[in-house]
Antibody, heavy 121, light 108 residues
């Protein structure tokens, strides 16, 4: 079964940092782009960041550029989201997903169950 | 950035109804559009990719159409498990990916 499981969420104070981990299994991880998407409570989906198979290309939403970074370890089948200078509006459930990108492929599947990040004093 | 506008944002319907949700892009995105279903407390699940291709395992009552800037998701005969929120997503450029604001579908 192809799956992702996120971890590392929790309560953090404004200005603090948090590192999320997404562990993938059931597919050849190193062959795929990966992505992070977030959802604030009661709100819609917001794309956060993408990373290429070998980590050589990374893209970020304007709302997190300069504060968040993305990386991956293909030996551990994991992708990471380092979140610094956290703000209250970063409060959300963070999902990782496999990003099908190449030729005519442009979608996210499957998604992990998500991990909740709460930024509050 | 490319904006996606879904309509309606909310709708109520009955089991057995035919339902159509539309998604309009602010620029041409060819057929690089996907649809997702999200139930409360759960992660989104892929329904349709490349505007009209049905994801494996998704019931055939779901269908997608459109190209360019205008797209639709149709559920031919609503089932109780279909009441959820639906999102469209464009990936015309991996430099910026956007979702529609969502359409919440509730039981009438």
């Amino acid at each position: 079964e192809e799956k992702m499981v996120e971890s590392g969420g929790g309560l953090v104070q404004p200005g603090g940092s948090l590192r999320l981990t997404c562990a993938a299994s059931g597919f050849t991880f190193r062959s795929y782009w990966m992505t992070w998407v977030r959802q604030a409570p009661g709100k819609g989906l917001e794309w956060v960041a993408n990373i290429k198979q070998d980590g050589s290309e990374k893209y970020f939403a304007d709302s997190v550029k300069g504060r968040f970074s993305i990386s991956r370890d293909n030996t551990q089948n994991s992708v990471f989201l380092q979140m610094d200078s956290l703000r209250a509006d970063d409060t959300a459930t963070y999902y990782c997903a496999r990003f099908w990108f190449g030729g005519r492929e442009r979608w996210f599947d499957p998604w992990g169950p998500g991990t909740l990040v709460l930024v509050s004093s | 950035d490319i904006q996606l506008t879904q309509s309606p944002s909310f709708m109520s319907a009955s089991v057995g109804d035919r339902v159509t949700i539309t998604c309009r892009a602010s620029q041409v995105i060819r057929n690089y559009l996907a649809w997702y279903q999200q139930k409360p407390g759960k992660a989104p699940e892929l329904l349709i990719y490349s505007a009209s291709s049905l994801q494996s395992g998704v019931p055939s009552r779901f269908s997608g159409s459109g190209s360019g800037t205008d797209f639709t998701l149709t559920i031919s005969s609503l089932q109780p498990e279909d009441f959820a929120t639906y999102y469209c997503q464009q990936v015309n450029s991996y430099l910026a990916i956007t979702f529609g604001q969502g359409t919440r579908l509730e039981i009438k």
